[in-house]
């Protein structure tokens, strides 16, 4: 059989324009018409074509250029520079247009706050053609690593330390600065141990500068190339990164609002990612729903306050660890005389109140009770007797712990997964995003914003098709 070959110098008739290379239902053509439907005043981008000066490039454009590099994994400047030469999308989507990459850089660096509402309208659009519904929203996070080192990363013991250190090299370079002098003068060594010296001098003044902002800011750690970042933990290892958070509305898994915070818990972020996207759907939804790592009551009220179901488990929920006879949940609460009773009737009296905790502390009225209870092995090891703590939000602890195990709940969180983690999975996997690029919490903002709206317009396009993707935007 006959092989094919390929002849670069053959000859052909080429299109007329380049409209014909690309196909109608190619999904370059979404993005483009999805560009359009923006509203750059709503973005916060200034559109004025009567401003004086040298030309620019239509910022129409530059947002195109920007969110479907995005969406393939061009996110670099330089790389979005290379494919409006290269990829005929690009070359499609852009009409010819070829800014170098400091024009993109600019741009983008420039605009961070009208890229980080590209989001919004993208979730607004989702509503109107009602694939947000808003009835259930999983909330959930993922690390992301920062684009600076975990060894830039200070905290004040290594400040210290880092000081001590110099100092002792310093006194070190001085005294051999000494004996050279003292030997040979001109000696070409001595000049280099004197350059040491004042890169020592200039690290001592940094170093020390870190730890004036450690002290005056009383943080635990910063990072002098990012100093917005913090350590986080993740299967990778431990580096400087950040938290990204999404909430997705349980209809088609689609992204409803995201964030990115510098905390490498989650424990404090639900009330507020809920409602950021209660701002966005404008209504209350009815379900809220998140991991165990959520699982601060406070946190957990807010909504609770606001008649959302909250469906959250509590670690021992998440684990599935079974009571034991003397836990905490085996002790009865008497509100009208605010006290416990164990399960032998011994009472535990109020004691005091834990202001840095958040909780009240509950002792055994006479210890001597608990010395002679033969239980007392399997219940406490106090010399004091047991005691209780009790939270200040304890019922609300309660009432949604209760609400956890219902069976409309538990149907609920199966999907938790399906739906939340599908995200993060895309924008990790598929599109390479597993560290920002941007630095500064403004910037990965602007990035993690980008990387939502990317996946929302891959699913819509899986769901509705491009062609009439492209005729629900246009009209």
């Keep these: 059989m006959a092989y094919r070959q390929g002849d670069r110098y053959q000859i052909g008739l080429l299109p007329q324009s380049i409209e014909e290379y690309v196909a109608p239902n190619d999904p370059v053509r979404v993005y483009d018409a999805f560009v359009d439907s923006l509203n750059l005043n709503e973005l916060g981008i200034v559109y004025n074509e009567c401003r004086v000066g040298n030309s620019e490039y239509e910022p129409r454009a530059m947002v195109k250029l920007v969110l479907y590099g995005y969406s393939y994994g061009f996110r670099s400047s330089r790389k979005l520079e290379r494919a409006v030469y290269h990829n005929i999308s690009f070359i499609w989507l852009m009409g010819g247009l070829k800014p170098d990459h400091k024009t993109i850089a600019r741009f983008r660096k420039d605009n961070l706050k009208a890229i980080k509402n590209i989001l919004k309208q993208c979730a607004k659009l989702c509503i109107k053609l009602e694939l947000i519904e808003g009835n259930t929203l999983f909330v959930d996070g993922s690390k992301f690593r920062a684009n600076a080192g975990i060894n830039k990363t200070w905290t004040r013991e290594k400040c210290e330390k880092y000081l001590k250190d110099i100092d002792k090299r310093i006194e070190e ?9 003292s030997r040979e003068q001109n000696n070409p ?5 004197k350059e040491e010296i004042k890169d020592k001098e200039a690290l001592k003044s940094k170093v020390k500068e870190i730890l004036k902002e450690i002290e005056t800011e009383d943080i635990k750690s910063l990072n002098s190339t990012d100093q917005d970042c913090v350590k986080v933990k993740s299967r990778q290892g431990t580096h400087a990164g950040y938290n990204g958070q999404i909430v997705v509305d349980e209809k088609h898994g689609l992204i409803v609002n995201s964030d990115v915070v510098g905390e490498s818990t989650d424990i404090y972020q639900f009330a507020n990612q809920i409602d950021q996207a209660n701002q966005i759907l404008k209504e209350p939804c009815k379900n809220a729903c998140g991991d165990a790592g959520y699982s601060d009551t406070d946190e957990l009220k807010k909504i609770d306050e606001q008649n959302i179901t909250v469906i959250v488990p509590t670690n021992q929920q ?13 002790f009865r609460y008497d509100k009208e005389n605010n006290c416990y009773y164990c399960p032998q009737g011994n009472k535990l009296s109020y004691k005091h109140f834990r202001k840095d905790k958040n909780f009240r502390v509950y002792q055994i009225t006479d210890k001597s009770l608990c010395h002679v209870c033969k239980y007392k092995s399997a219940c406490t090891k106090s010399k004091g007797g047991r005691r209780i703590n009790r939270l200040v939000n304890e019922e609300t602890k309660e009432k949604i712990e209760t609400q956890y195990k219902q069976e409309a709940s538990q149907t609920i969180y199966k999907h938790r997964k399906d739906k939340v983690e599908l995200p993060f999975g895309h924008i990790k996997r598929n599109l390479g995003a597993e560290a920002f690029l941007l630095r500064g919490l403004e910037g990965v903002k602007a990035e993690m914003s980008l ?3 990317c996946f929302n317009i891959t699913r819509m396009i899986n769901i509705l098709g491009a062609r009439v993707m492209i005729a629900k935007l246009i009209i």
Excluded at 176 to 181: G, P, S
Excluded at 318 to 330: I, S, V
Aim: aromatic share 4%; with cysteine; charged share 30%.
């Design 173 to 181: 370079i001085l005294s051999e600065c000494e004996q050279t002098d």
């Design 189 to 193: 060594s001595l000049v280099k141990m």
């Design 451 to 453: 990387l939502a709206s």
């Design 318 to 330: 998440a684990h599935k660890r079974p009571n034991k006879p003397f836990d905490k949940a085996q």
